[in-house]
């Protein structure tokens, strides 16, 4: 059978230089899926024009969290009532008016089960986790008699509170998904801290084993974007940060009246309507500078009523996978090191270079994905050599089939000449480039804690990256956390947030010829 998947694999050098221990190379993994020879596998007898290679099913599970955060008012006006209660060791004030997370993601699901792009064979579960894990709804077919089942299900997340256990959601979510055969998608949300920390990064490694995604939705400023990415790093999946409206107000419906609870971080017990003005009057002020910056960054950071549009988005990505469970085996020569493997193209995640073979997820059918193999060279004499063999498994879940790659070797050679080994090539750097810009945002936003100015020197060489690179969003973010330091000695919170989660999934495709060179890249971040 002629291959699904096609391989194209470059290293930055072709020339290394010979006698010198430890040097640094590069190897660009360009997959994409062969359309022809996947069609051809479908209908061997060559009939492709009367038949369609139809899309796997989906196995969909939404992990949503229903501590008592996710009933905070985020948008809309509210009203106080003068009356205060006590949930979950919290004392509320109660307000009419408004809506909370856990309403928007209600009405979001709602929306995307209602979506015409959900297939009748598509399955569906729901997952809430608070102070533990519970499953709402077990998987069930998205078809019309369906409709009003999950539908329920979806609104008895209203019923439950309590604290974060992140951790048993996936794990709970893990059980389900191991027993389904179709595509499978996980989307989560958050707003908050997990107590279950570790448990939630051993699930999310037995996610990725079991070719699970996850895609983790964070909603306002209190949820852990270390956790999330290192969850959706795991499983290839993406991670999405939505702004609210507000982030000073948590509110709760009420079950005797037709109210809601609110209460105010600066003064959580008051219950004087003065001191509710003074606060709300600070509420909408940080309100609007919260929508400013919305405004300015909307390529970036979603808003709260977009999250319906991102889960088709996700849907329709899902659906477009043609090739599944890609795993990479690399068999390196003695000596060799693997240091990373990063997916750099259509989003920055990284891989698991632990779990063996590599999971690098799934190929979509238009457009390519691309991966940075970072090696460690010992040192050789001066010859043509072998360094390493690739070899790739994938499903074919259209014709459910698992092929085999033949292994590909990476050659380069070792020379005396300086000449040869100075040339690189500049789009496997533009890649290394473009990763590099994640790491040098996480760096300025550790250094902003006690050394701003040094911050602002790492912002700088960041922001100088995406200006080559051309990637205007990430380039006036930056720009925005630059003008935070210079005017407080600090990154907010949802800057940082942003920052994060724009240099993942914000990534622009890359031309020849653009880019900082190679000795410039090693210079900016220490390679």
């Known amino acids: 059978m002629s291959k699904m998947l096609d391989v194209k694999i470059v290293p930055h050098r072709n020339y290394l230089m010979a006698d010198i221990p430890d040097q640094k190379l590069f190897i660009e993994l360009k997959l994409s899926s062969n359309k022809l ?15 369609t290679l139809s899309a796997s099913p989906l196995s969909i599970i939404f992990v949503v969290d229903t501590s008592g955060s996710m009933r905070e008012i985020v948008s809309g006006s509210t009203k106080f009532t003068g009356q205060t209660q006590t949930i979950d060791g919290n004392t509320y004030n109660l307000v009419t008016g408004g809506e909370s997370k856990i309403g928007i993601i209600i009405d979001g699901l709602k929306k995307f089960v209602g979506s015409s792009k959900l297939k009748k064979t598509d399955r569906i579960s729901i997952v809430k986790f608070d102070d533990d894990a519970k499953v709402l709804l077990p998987f069930t077919n998205a078809d019309d008699e369906n409709k009003n089942i999950i539908t329920k299900s979806i609104e008895n997340l209203l019923k439950y509170s309590g604290g974060t256990s992140m951790g048993a959601g996936l794990k709970t979510a893990l059980e389900l998904m191991s027993k389904e055969t179709a595509n499978r998608r996980i989307i989560m949300f958050t707003d908050g801290q997990t ?6 990064r051993e699930t999310a490694a037995n996610l990725a084993r079991e070719n699970t995604p996850v895609i983790a939705i964070g909603i306002g400023e209190d949820w852990n974007e270390d956790l999330i990415t290192f969850i959706t790093d795991k499983t290839q999946g993406k991670p999405f940060y939505a702004t609210t409206d507000t982030t000073e107000a948590a509110v709760m419906p009420d079950a005797n009246a037709n109210n809601k609870i609110v209460s105010n971080n600066i003064n959580i017990n008051s219950n004087e309507e003065n001191d509710w003005n003074k606060n709300k009057n600070y509420i909408n002020d940080n309100t609007t500078n919260d929508n400013n910056n919305s405004n300015n960054n909307n390529n970036i950071a979603i808003k709260s009523s977009d999250i319906p549009e991102v889960m088709i988005k996700e849907l329709d990505n899902a659906v477009s996978e043609s090739l599944t ?6 068999n390196a020569v003695h000596g060799v090191k693997i240091d990373r493997i990063t997916r750099v193209y259509p989003e920055v995640s990284e891989a698991d270079i632990n779990i063996k073979p590599h999971s ?14 970072e090696t460690t ?4 004499k001066p010859l043509k050599s072998r360094l390493m063999q690739l070899s790739l498994t994938y499903n074919a879940p259209g014709i459910n089939f698992r092929e085999e790659n033949p292994p590909e070797d990476v050659i380069v050679e070792f020379t005396t000449n300086e000449s040869k080994a100075s040339v690189i090539d500049q789009e496997v750097m533009q890649w290394v480039q473009q990763r590099n810009v994640g790491g040098l945002v996480e760096k300025a936003i550790k250094e902003s804690v006690s050394n701003p100015s040094t911050a602002a020197k790492t912002l700088d060489m960041a922001r100088r990256m995406t200006v080559k690179l051309g990637n205007g969003a990430m380039t006036r973010m930056i720009e925005q956390a630059q003008n935070e330091i210079k005017e407080s000695k600090t990154i907010s919170i949802g800057t940082s947030k942003t920052l994060r989660i724009g240099s993942r999934t914000k990534t622009v495709k890359l031309d020849s010829g653009q880019g900082l060179s190679d000795e410039q890249i090693r210079k900016l971040t220490g390679i």
């Open 360 to 373: 690098l997820g799934n190929i979509s059918e238009t457009g390519g994905t691309v991966f940075i193999i």
């Open 325 to 330: 469970g890609v795993s990479l085996t690399i």
């Open 37 to 51: 020879n996947l069609a051809a596998a479908a209908f061997p007898d060559g009939d492709t024009v009367n038949n």
């Open 377 to 380: 060279i010992p040192e050789r």
């Open 195 to 200: 107590s279950d920390d570790d448990l939630a």
